[in-house]
Nanobody, 125 residues
Framework: QVQLVESGGGLVQAGGSLRLSCAASGRTFSTYAMGWFRQAPGNERVFVAAINWSGRSTNYADSVKGRFTISRDNAKNTVSLQMNSLKPEDTAVYYC??????????????????WGRGTQVTVSS
């Protein structure tokens, strides 16, 4: 069992920045991949970014490349998503997820085993 709790969402103007954090507990954090996904109203949940067990390998959706950065701190059991140059289309509920069967980067949401409850990010124009 893994418990995931996101924090850091909020309301920001376009062009601004937010940093999301996800605290994990229950399993040895440094052994599995982590990811961030988002779901906008009326849309499916989609991949945003993923990171491997060590933090040395990452992957991003094309829509956020160059603006978002995923990182992890295995000593603190946390994964973060730094979001810069935010756009109104980034508005969504953001979820962190754990892929316990994988140590490498995983972009496929169906391969993730545990999900947080999400945190709302709203970008005003």
């Amino acid at each position: 069992q893994v418990q995931l709790v996101e924090s850091g969402g909020g309301l920001v103007q376009a062009g601004g920045s937010l940093r999301l954090s996800c605290a994990a507990s229950g399993r040895t954090f440094s052994t599995y991949a982590m990811g961030w996904f988002r779901q906008a109203p009326g849309n499916e949940r989609v991949f945003v970014a993923a990171i491997n067990w060590s933090g040395r390998s990452t992957n991003y959706a094309d829509s956020v490349k160059g603006r978002f950065t995923i990182s992890r701190d295995n000593a603190k059991n946390t994964v973060s998503l730094q979001m810069n140059s935010l756009k109104p289309e980034d508005t969504a509920v953001y979820y962190c997820a754990a892929a316990l069967r994988y140590s490498m980067v995983v972009a496929d949401g169906t391969q993730y085993d545990y999900w947080g409850r999400g945190t709302q990010v709203t970008v005003s124009s």
